[in-house]
């Protein structure tokens, strides 16, 4: 039985040491937040995911999880700690390089260690290997180094961690596979193995595909507005060829990963990846084109805006670069007065609403941001007697409800028209 010490207890390193340890596994979680350790301690979780907080407190039952503050020795050493995006749009290391160095005290021979966190192109040769190497112990013959990227979605983590395949890049082969060994623990999709440096843009080019095309989407939306048609009808019809599955627009891109991992390839490579950078910007653009929509659709700025969803997605308590968080600033610029509602937001930096009504009232104008099922069928005609006016913005084209009453707007909808099936209204 392998001994786990995994740093960094977030969205990714949580269920991965819950994980290992409900599968016979000794782990150690090690973070440096006191209170998600005191927390995991008596078997509680501090994030929102569907079924962790029954699995950690399985794994803390059984005695092969607990947590502390600073690492232990060990067999294998993951690191999952988060790399933040820096205001222009670099890399931030020093989570994973700090990570990496408290290890220092705890590394013997032929322990393994490995980087879930998301890093830029040769972050494993050029920083985490050099740090290692002041252990003294030969990188790749006595300390054995991968990269073995996360690939699950929230909402869907422990399910993922299971089934999916997974990647893993070595220093060299023998740290891959002896990386592949430790994964076998609890994996059941295929592992493939590779070099370290392809292991890393492996992962940021699965994200950096879904955000070029999201971007083409968001374009369409553009064009769609300038030439009076409805993209939503466009992007269904085009969707029926064999080889064509254009994604859905929306508000924009968040979440630590597709709003994220594209910008750590331009950085590495800035005049080669004009496309990739290109479809950065036109998904960062989108937050202000929703605060044109919304002055749009209500013939000029509205004086009280109710925002519903905050988070980067739907069904979920993670708002980690929104483009909600976004479209709040420019509110704020213009001096509009918001109001939030998000039922799986527990904590914000300002006092959310506890119901729609609530969000509602006194609103001119109501925005969906992120696509909850809680929005998906409500009752507008019921919210209208609480609003101004009654209109409705819904960017995630999530509302499956006709409304009499309220205005319903789509993202995307500029034609006159409502095609069999669609549940939506076109206000213009």
Known sequence: MKKICVVGLGYIGLPTAAMFANHGCQVVGVDINEKVINALNDGKITIEEPGLQDFVRSAIESGNLRGTIEPETADVFIIAVPTPITVDHKADLSYVISATRSLMPYLRNGNIVIVESTIPPRTIIDFVSPILEQSGLAIGTELYVAHCPERVLPGQILNELIHNNRIIGGINE???????????????????????????????????????????????????????????????????????????????????????????????????????????????????????????????????????????????????????????????????????????????????????????????????????????????????????????????????????????????????????????????
């Open 174 to 428: 023998i740290s891959a596979q002896k990386a592949v060994e430790v994964y076998q623990t609890f994996v059941k999709g295929e592992i493939y193995k590779t070099d370290a440096t392809s292991a890393e843009m492996a992962k940021l080019m699965e994200n950096t595909f879904r955000d070029v095309n999201i971007a083409l989407a968001n374009e369409l939306v553009k064009i769609a507005e300038r030439l009076g048609i409805n993209a939503l009808e466009v992007i269904k019809m085009a969707n029926r060829h064999p080889r064509v599955n254009i994604h859905q627009p929306g508000p924009g891109v968040g979440g630590h990963c597709i709003a994220v991992d594209p910008y750590f390839i331009v950085e590495k490579a800035p005049e080669e990846a004009r496309i990739i950078n290109l479809a950065r910007q036109i998904n960062s653009s989108m937050p202000g084109f929703v605060i044109d929509q919304i002055q749009k659709i209500c013939g000029n700025m509205p004086r009280k805006v109710a925002i519903l969803g905050i988070t980067y997605k739907g069904n979920i308590d993670d708002v980690r670069e929104s483009p909600a968080l976004e479209v709040l600033e420019h509110l704020e610029q213009k001096g509009v007065v918001y109001s939030i509602y998000d039922p799986h937001v527990k904590h914000f930096r300002e006092p959310l609403a506890q119901s729609l009504e609530e969000a509602v009232t006194g609103a001119d104008c109501a925005v969906i941001l992120a696509d909850h099922n809680e929005f998906k069928q409500v009752q507008y005609d019921h919210l209208v007697k609480f609003m101004n006016y009654p209109i409705l913005l819904d960017t995630k084209n999530c509302v499956a409800t006709i409304s009499n009453e309220m205005l319903i707007h789509a993202l995307g909808n500029y034609a006159d028209l409502v095609t069999e099936g669609e549940a939506v209204e076109t206000v213009y």
